[in-house]
């Protein structure tokens, strides 16, 4: 019997994929000059893409969260160092209850086990805890060991080896092997475009970044600034030119054109098995990150569109009764949060009963607008204790940060009573705030916060110092610290 073949369950199959640190408008499907997409161009006429789509939060966990649950930050808790509360139902629970196999491939530490992540799938394997080995005796912990495998097999010339195509392998691994009898749900977090850029896999390094363009600049410079060096630009202790920032824009380009090899190869397995038909697939990203704008690097201290506007493009099973908008385009606005209410509404089971979110596909809200939160402990913490000018970062950044935006304006409220706000129609990159000559609809965008959203003195703190150990060196190893 052919491997995926439906005649054994009527139910439908999912795949979330979610592209990690990955902006909507570095992807030529979005119309971005760099062809960075040619496989998800491919992918388009057979999917709907929403070009107005929106993160929760300007990184991992909270953003996960919000997919996972429907809720946004302020609901689900999942802010600075929270672990995920076993009360709020999440996306592969729901599932495994209704009969699906379950499965996840995780990237950071931040959507971890430990963090409660994992509750729903059948099995969850951790990138990050490779190979699962303590040896305190030589003082190398389970987590170094980790991080020591992953450059040994860099440094050993294992040159397309890395964690996006680790997690690629583990899900076609998975599914050829897998029962036919019940559907699928599998999640997996492709990490290749997060910091640090500059390692990109062959073939695909130098297609956006010519010898020419490192001639012009200091390539150890720019190798610094794509790991670790961004908190000194941001310190104001790192002068960086628009050179400099378009080679580390190239070499993130450069990794977004191999997710999007990844992504096709998924694709193209799919349809070898015979899933493809049968597969809701679900192509976005948790956040996006910052090169420069507003004098800001990477994805702290920030609320703007660079960190928040995502990808979203959603392939529906064959038969579904949307598929008739197969390759159009929809620009209302949307969120991370209406990510599980659409699985639900799709596969046609109850969701929970609480949800920010409504289903992709339902009759759209007039005028509706969608959130976004961030606390920055952790970040904080993090850039006094390792980070040189890190106490002028905490100084500055030191804020909370909530915001709503509707299809015209955006609106930034910080905890320190400060706020923004920018007319997203006519100034998409936000560099005028308006929020002063328009005092009036700043107090109306502010009202829908504080109606929406519970106030940051709410957000609970985790106080577990040998938890907050280790998520500080997992982001030693992506290139934070």
């Known amino acids: 019997m052919p491997v995926g073949d439906s005649s054994h369950h009527n139910k439908l199959n999912v795949l979330l994929i979610v592209l990690d640190a990955v902006r909507a408008d570095h992807l030529s499907c979005y119309g971005y000059s760099r062809r960075t997409t040619p496989g998800l161009e491919q992918l388009c ?52 209850r ?115 363009m490192l001639a012009g600049v200091d390539s150890a410079k720019g190798r610094s600034l794509a790991r670790r060096a961004g908190y000194q630009y941001m310190a104001g202790k790192l002068p960086v030119s628009a050179e400099e920032w378009e080679v580390v824009q190239g070499w993130y380009d450069e990794q977004i054109l191999y997710l999007d090899w990844i992504i096709g190869d998924l694709m193209r397995f799919l349809q070898r098995c015979g899933f493809y038909d049968d597969t809701l697939v679900i192509i976005t990203a948790d956040h996006g990150e910052q090169f420069g704008e507003h004098g800001l690097a990477y994805h702290q201290f920030s609320l703007y569109d660079s960190l928040l506007h995502i990808p979203l493009v959603v392939k529906l099973p064959a038969g579904s009764d949307w598929q008739g908008l197969a390759g159009t385009e929809v620009e209302r606005l949307v969120s991370l949060v209406d990510i599980a209410p659409t699985v639900y509404d799709v596969l046609g089971i109850a969701p929970p009963d609480q949800m920010d979110g409504q289903s992709l596909f339902s009759e759209p809200e007039q005028q509706r607008a969608v959130f976004a939160e961030y606390d920055p402990s952790a970040n904080v913490e993090m850039v006094t204790k390792y980070i040189a000018a890190g106490d002028e970062l905490a100084g500055k950044f030191s804020r909370a940060l909530q915001a709503v935006r509707t299809p015209t304006y955006k609106y930034i409220l910080a905890s320190d009573g400060s706020a923004e706000m920018y007319d997203v129609g006519q100034d998409p990159q936000e560099p005028h705030d308006i929020a002063a000559a328009h005092p009036q609809l700043a107090t109306e965008l502010r009202a829908m916060i504080e109606q929406h959203l519970l106030p940051p003195g709410e957000w609970k703190k985790h106080e577990d110092e040998e938890y907050n150990q280790q998520i500080l060196a997992h982001l030693h190893d992506l290139g934070y610290l």
């Open 45 to 96: 006429p057979e999917a709907v893409t929403f070009t107005r789509a929106f993160s929760t939060s300007a990184w991992t966990p909270p953003a996960h969260a919000s997919l996972f649950t429907g809720l946004y930050p302020s609901h689900h808790k999942v802010a600075a160092n929270l672990n995920l509360e076993e009360s709020v139902p999440t996306l592969a629970e729901v599932l495994q």
């Open 98 to 212: 209704e009969g699906y196999h379950t499965y996840g491939v995780s990237g950071p530490f931040h959507i971890s086990s430990q963090r409660g992540f994992a509750r729903g799938f059948d099995r969850y394997f951790e990138r990050y805890n490779l190979p699962c080995l303590r040896l305190p005796g030589l003082g190398i912990t389970r987590y170094e060991l980790s991080a020591e495998f992953f450059r040994y097999a860099l440094r050993r010339s294992l040159a397309n080896y890395d964690a996006s195509l680790l997690a690629k392998l583990k899900i076609q691994r998975y599914l050829s092997r897998l029962p036919k009898e019940r559907p699928f749900f599998v999640f997996v977090n492709l990490s290749s475009a997060h910091s640090p850029y500059h390692k990109v896999p062959r073939p695909f390094a130098g297609k956006f970044v010519s010898p020419e």
